[in-house]
């Protein structure tokens, strides 16, 4: 049963992935369709986020009344119908209606699904969790990637990926049940991980959250990350269309490529998180990002610009799962559900105000700016990672001297 459960999870979060990455995908023809705006697509991506925002902080409430199993229904249902308007939405004003629903529908199933895993499971389920994210992602771009390269037929593309959306609404209803059961039995008991257990903020649960040291800087590297990869998604395709030269069912084929990164270094880091700490996890990503960023910015020939997407896709892979996993252990399991949910919050933000700053910056100068920006946003997570890391190795020090155990 745990098994299936786990499946389960791991489908939801492939309907997560999915539209993500369909408008960036998309846009070059819907741009041309509509004769709209460059960057409207990140007025779009605004407004999916303020969605993702506010269900995201919504979240906490939600499971304590509803449970995790409705909101993963609800929430897929959701998607699904504004991904079926898209197919039938007559001008951008429409787009931007359905955009709302669109983010609504993913951010308390993100939330409730990853605090779930992050207090439940050990850390390869998380990386598999987000693996599957990625498996949706990279479905995304390949789907439209077929219905616009000889007719651009950009509405076929979101109905395809409607349907599937739906039918996974469908399972998830039919084993509503098994969430039920599940969820009652295994109730708020947490695996019996080191760092979670005995956590001096579970001792003090009444602290604020973000008056706890180490918080905000993790909040921030939540910003960032959320922003670039949601960056490299939206605009990656332009940047291959109008940099490049390349065919825009090429370049959509190619910001596959980047999703299928992700997916294939997630599927990886949940084997290798046996053997190797989250927080090397992290540390190596970034670095392997880093280098991608910068085969972007050198005036290299185009085969490069793959690599540098994959690369930047296979260090993403393991940052995002690693830092929610590190929750509990960071800052204890009673502070994880607000936290994850405020995790959620910011990291959609970052998804909001990052992307749409890029195109209306690109739009009044020039999309070759995109690897620049990107490299910038990955020092400065670095910065804050490597910043909460010394932080905890303090507090560690701290707490052994006065006695907390997180063994």
Known sequence: ??????????????????????????????????????????????????????????????????????????SCMLTALALLGFYYAPSIIWLMVLALPLGLGAGSVDAALNNYVAVHFKAHHMSWLHCFWGVGATLGPIIMAGFIREDNLWRSGYLTVALIQLALVVLLFITLPLWRCMEKVQGQKAIDEPGISDHPHDVNSSEQPLRMKGVKLTLMTFLFYSGAEATVGLWGSSFLVSIKDLPAGVAAQWISMYYGGITVGRFITGFVTLKVSNRVLIRSGLLIALVGGLLLILPVPTLFSLIGFMLIGLGFAPIYPCMLHDTPARFGKVQTQKLMGYQMAVAYTGTTILPSMLGWIAAETTIAILPSFIAIYILLMLFGSERVNRIMNRRSRQDISNGFSHN
């Open 1 to 74: 049963m745990a098994t299936l459960f786990l499946i389960i999870i791991y489908l939801a979060f492939i309907s997560l992935g999915l539209p993500d990455s369909l408008l960036g995908a998309a846009w070059p023809v819907m741009q041309a369709d509509f004769g709209a705006p460059f960057g409207v697509a990140g007025v779009m991506s605004i407004i999916i986020a303020l969605g993702t925002i506010v269900s995201s902080l919504a979240s906490g409430t939600l499971m304590k009344r509803v449970g995790t199993g409705q909101i993963t229904l609800v």
